[in-house]
């Protein structure tokens, strides 16, 4: 599987093009807006978009949701249901966030823990880590150990719970119990900023590092 992160939205957030490459079909995960700069992306690597993946309902990560999917008529895959409430209030974050309009959308289909998405032959599987929000999900490829955290985890942070139904225990569980157990040696592309792994987060990142002593 290959990837490229793509910064959009005035939020800096990580829109990331994942494509197998026996088939070069593709995924785009949080397409937050910019959609013009998705679409080149897509075009220069000459892949076929087959699907758009959510990790959750906030607006940086969704906003070019639903012209990206309607233009290349592929279906919207995830967040987790409890999301819902998110997406169905788009116009409000938009107000919010401080963003222009957003077209609305439904997803095609909920994640729930457990879940696989396939990107051609390659396979996604499906972790549901609340806190941030209570239907975030996460997208971990095993076979190249690299995982699409949206906000859940950041470089040296924590996503924020102070937005509605948010909550700080549970995103630190999903943390510690979903995210860690799969290894220190796991790369991840978070939703903001620069890359990392588990490992040096276990050790470093001042929210979730392991206690020592
Ligand atoms: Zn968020
Ligand atoms: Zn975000």
Redesign the pocket.
Known sequence: MKYRIIPVTPFQQNCTLLWCEQTMEAAVVDPGGDIERIKAAIEEEGVKLTQVLL????L??VGGTAPLAREAGVPIIGPHKEDAFWIDALDQQSAMFGFGKVEAFTPDRWLEQGDTVSVGQEQLEVLFCPG??PG?VVFFHRASQLAQV??VLFQGSI??TD?PRGDHATLIKSIREGLFPLGDDVSFIP?HGPMSTFGEERRTNPFVADHRG
């Open positions: 990790t959750h309902g906030h940086d990560h941030h929000t975030h949206g906000d996503g924020r937005f939703g």
